[in-house]
């Protein structure tokens, strides 16, 4: 949260007392923030859910739902694990501090409270949330150079080779345009120049088209539109078609592709971006893990934890360095810049998983013992427009 460390900070109050709320904002008067209040634990979820929430002031003791069931709900969506939660509590024992660190809160307030306390602690946490805004902006300058470097360097080279043989074309052409006024041009002549046009002409076009090819990849790491409504789908369905979908390459590798989902696992999102994602990491598989020649084995294995989907992806090929697996998911990574292949589809697939459907990846792997991608995703997808 907090992506404009300048504007006023949301605090949301959460407590069933509604004493205990109006001190907590008496409180907090005299900072500089927005103050809004839930009574209990399912208004306070609505309320996240729907406006950007800087920091939460949880009571623990609530009836229905308490503030350590709300805490757990809250780190468990990957759209809200980040808000600071701090408890406010008459519990001090070490076993309550103990369990409210384990459940993801970053402080707590013991009851009864001052108000001095409670604008220290709050002010602490809101002082680092505008440190780590100001790194993430920081940040995001340095990949943005990065991507400005790496997009010069990559069309770069296609479009000089296209300019140098556009400047011979018009160079052949113009000397033989001077034969042709002359003295004629002989037979072999003709030939010649036809057969050097032809082939300047191609490599303007394939410097074109790589171009092209280029400037597609780099506008699919923006992840765009879905181009569908978020809905309820049947994820084993999704993912055998997604199979389905992948061309049958000749010249690259073949994989035998298991998929272990029960039929009745199911999410609200995007089935076509689901789809993208595991077309990608296929793509990845048969490039990057099997020759030509080989027959790859992959396994997809879907399984229900509560309100998360978890998916990994393992295949059976000779795997990688840990170094190159860290950085798997940078645009410009590639393990076989020898063979003019550019390394988009993770950092893709990372902007599908992380931007469009809520969830996180990761990658892991050896040489020796392939590589496996573990996707979680929220059983209910956040409601976005953005993914290409």
């Given at each position: 949260?907090?992506?404009?460390?300048?504007?006023?900070?949301?605090?949301?109050?959460?407590?069933?007392?509604?004493?205990?709320?109006?001190?907590?904002?008496?409180?907090?008067?005299?900072?500089?923030?927005?103050?809004?209040?839930?009574?209990?634990?399912?208004?306070?979820?609505?309320?996240?859910?729907?406006?950007?929430?800087?920091?939460?002031?949880?009571?623990?003791?609530?009836?229905?739902?308490?503030?350590?069931?709300?805490?757990?709900?809250?780190?468990?969506?990957?759209?809200?694990?980040?808000?600071?939660?701090?408890?406010?509590?008459?519990?001090?024992?070490?076993?309550?501090?103990?369990?409210?660190?384990e459940l993801g809160a970053v402080d707590f307030i013991s009851k009864p409270?001052?108000?001095?306390?409670?604008?220290?602690?709050?002010?602490?946490?809101?002082?680092?949330?505008?440190?780590?805004?100001?790194?993430?902006?920081?940040?995001?300058?340095?990949?943005?150079?990065?991507?400005?470097?790496?997009?010069?360097?990559?069309?770069?080279?296609?479009?000089?080779?296209?300019?140098?043989?556009?400047?011979?074309?018009?160079?052949?052409?113009?000397?033989?345009?001077?034969?042709?006024?002359?003295?004629?041009?002989?037979?072999?002549?003709?030939?010649?120049?036809?057969?050097?046009?032809?082939?300047?002409?191609?490599?303007?076009?394939?410097?074109?088209?790589?171009?092209?090819?280029?400037?597609?990849?780099?506008?699919?790491?923006?992840?765009?539109?879905?181009?569908?409504?978020?809905?309820?789908?049947?994820?084993?369905?999704?993912?055998?078609?997604?199979?389905?979908?992948?061309c049958h390459d000749p010249d690259r590798a073949r994989l035998s592709v298991?998929?272990?989902?029960?039929?009745?696992?199911?999410?609200?999102?995007?089935?076509?971006?689901?789809?993208?994602?595991?077309?990608?990491?296929?793509?990845?598989?048969?490039?990057?893990?099997?020759?030509?020649?080989?027959?790859?084995?992959?396994?997809?294995?879907?399984?229900?934890?509560?309100?998360?989907?978890?998916?990994?992806?393992?295949?059976?090929?000779?795997?990688?360095?840990?170094?190159?697996?860290?950085?798997?998911?940078?645009?410009?990574?590639?393990?076989?810049?020898?063979?003019?292949?550019?390394?988009?589809?993770?950092?893709?697939?990372?902007?599908?998983?992380?931007?469009?459907?809520?969830?996180?990846?990761?990658?892991?792997?050896?040489?020796?013992?392939?590589?496996?991608?573990?996707?979680?995703?929220?059983?209910?997808?956040?409601?976005?427009?953005?993914?290409?």
């Amino acid at each position: 949260m907090m992506t404009d460390h300048n504007a006023r900070p949301l605090v949301l109050i959460v407590d069933d007392q509604p004493d205990n709320v109006m001190r907590l904002a008496e409180a907090l008067k005299q900072e500089e923030y927005l103050l809004r209040f839930a009574l209990d634990g399912q208004e306070a979820l609505r309320m996240v859910a729907a406006m950007e929430v800087d920091l939460i002031l949880l009571d623990v003791v609530m009836p229905e739902m308490d503030g350590h069931t709300v805490c757990r709900l809250l780190k468990a969506d990957p759209r809200t694990r980040d808000i600071p939660i701090l408890f406010v509590t008459a519990k001090r024992g070490v076993e309550d501090e103990t369990l409210a660190l384990e459940l993801g809160a970053v402080d707590f307030i013991s009851k009864p409270f001052t108000a001095s306390v409670v604008r220290a602690r709050v002010r602490t946490q809101m002082n680092m949330l505008r440190a780590r805004a100001r790194l993430v902006e920081a940040e995001k300058q340095t990949a943005l150079g990065q991507l400005v470097t790496g997009v010069a360097h990559e069309i770069n080279t296609p479009a000089g080779i296209g300019i140098t043989s556009a400047s011979e074309l018009e160079e052949r052409t113009r000397r033989f345009a001077t034969l042709v006024r002359g003295d004629g041009i002989s037979e072999d002549e003709l030939w010649e120049y036809l057969a050097s046009t032809e082939r300047l002409a191609r490599l303007i076009h394939d410097s074109l088209e790589r171009v092209s090819d280029l400037v597609c990849r780099f506008k699919s790491l923006a992840v765009g539109q879905p181009g569908e409504s978020a809905r309820a789908f049947a994820i084993r369905a999704c993912l055998k078609s997604a199979v389905s979908l992948l061309c049958h390459d000749p010249d690259r590798a073949r994989l035998s592709v298991t998929i272990a989902c029960p039929a009745s696992v199911s999410m609200h999102g995007y089935p076509g971006v689901l789809s993208r994602i595991v077309i990608h990491l296929l793509h990845y598989s048969r490039t990057h893990s099997f020759r030509p020649d080989q027959v790859g084995a992959v396994l997809i294995e879907v399984t229900e934890a509560g309100e998360r989907i978890d998916i990994t992806y393992r295949d059976d090929g000779p795997g990688m360095p840990e170094d190159a697996c860290r950085c798997i998911f940078d645009p410009f990574h590639t393990l076989w810049l020898d063979h003019g292949r550019y390394g988009f589809g993770m950092h893709i697939v990372f902007n599908l998983v992380t931007r469009v459907l809520g969830g996180t990846i990761t990658c892991d792997s050896t040489p020796g013992n392939g590589v496996l991608f573990r996707i979680q995703l929220p059983r209910r997808g956040p409601a976005v427009a953005d993914a290409s």
